[in-house]
C-alpha cells in the first residue's frame, strides 16, 4: 500500500479522529466518574449502568484505532524495507507497460484518422456531384415550375368559369320558383 495515495491519507486521517474520539471520550468517562467521587457522592450511589456502555465503547474504540494505526505502520515500514532496487524495477516494468499502452492507442487513433479522412473526402466527393446535380436540375426545376404555373393558372381560370356558371345558373332558376311560388300560394 502507497503511502502517499489519497486512500491511505483518508485512512490516516480517520484513525487520527477515531483516536481523539477515543480520547475525547475516556476523559468524560473519567471525569464522570471523578467529579462525583471528589463532591463527596459515595461509589454506591452512582448510576455505573451509564458509565459502564461508554466505558467499554471507547476501551473498544480506543484499541480498534490503535490496531489500525500500527497496521498503518507496519504496511509503511514494509514499503521503507523494499530493495530499491526492485523498486526501481518494478516502476520502471509499469512505466514500459504504460508507454506500450500509449503506443497501441496512438496506432488506433492513427488507423482512425485515416479512416475518418478517407470518409471525409467521400463526403465532399458526393457533395460535389450533388453540387452538379443540383445545376442541372436548378434547369429541369425551372422549367417544371413554368409548366405547374400555367396549368395552375388555367385550373384557377377555370373554376372561377365554373362559379360564374353555377351562380348564373342559380339566379335563373330561383326567378321562376319564387314567381310560381308567389302564384301559387294566395
Known amino acids: 500500500m502507497a503511502a502517499n495515495t ?21 476523559a468524560t468517562i473519567v471525569i464522570g466518574t471523578l ?13 455505573w449502568n451509564i458509565v459502564w ?14 490496531w489500525a494505526r500500527r497496521r498503518e505502520t507496519r504496511a509503511r515500514l514494509a514499503q521503507v524495507r523494499e530493495d530499491p ?4 524495477n518494478r516502476r520502471v516494468r509499469l512505466i514500459n507497460g504504460a ?27 458526393q457533395a460535389e456531384e450533388q453540387q452538379r446535380l443540383l445545376g442541372v436540375n436548378e434547369d429541369q426545376a425551372e422549367k417544371i415550375r413554368q ?3 400555367g396549368q395552375s393558372e388555367a385550373t384557377v381560370r377555370a373554376e372561377r368559369r365554373q362559379q ?8 335563373v332558376a330561383s326567378i321562376p320558383i319564387g314567381i310560381m311560388i308567389n302564384l301559387l300560394v294566395p
Not at 35 to 47: F, I, N
Not at 53 to 66: R, Y
Not at 99 to 125: C, G, H, N, P, T
Open 53 to 66: 456502555p461508554w466505558a467499554i465503547s471507547c476501551t473498544a474504540l480506543l484499541s480498534i484505532s490503535i
Open 164 to 171: 360564374w356558371m353555377f351562380f348564373t345558373l342559380g339566379l
Open 85 to 88: 532496487g526492485e523498486t526501481l
Open 6 to 26: 489519497p486512500r491511505a491519507k483518508i485512512r490516516r486521517t480517520a484513525i487520527t479522529i477515531a483516536l481523539i474520539a477515543s480520547a475525547a471520550f475516556t
Open 35 to 47: 467529579g462525583p467521587l471528589a463532591t463527596g457522592t459515595s461509589v454506591d450511589q452512582m448510576e
Open 147 to 149: 409548366i405547374l404555373i
Open 99 to 125: 508507454f506500450s499502452d500509449a503506443a497501441k492507442l496512438m496506432e488506433d487513433l492513427r488507423r482512425d484518422l485515416e479512416a475518418q479522412q478517407a470518409v471525409r473526402e467521400l463526403l465532399i466527393a
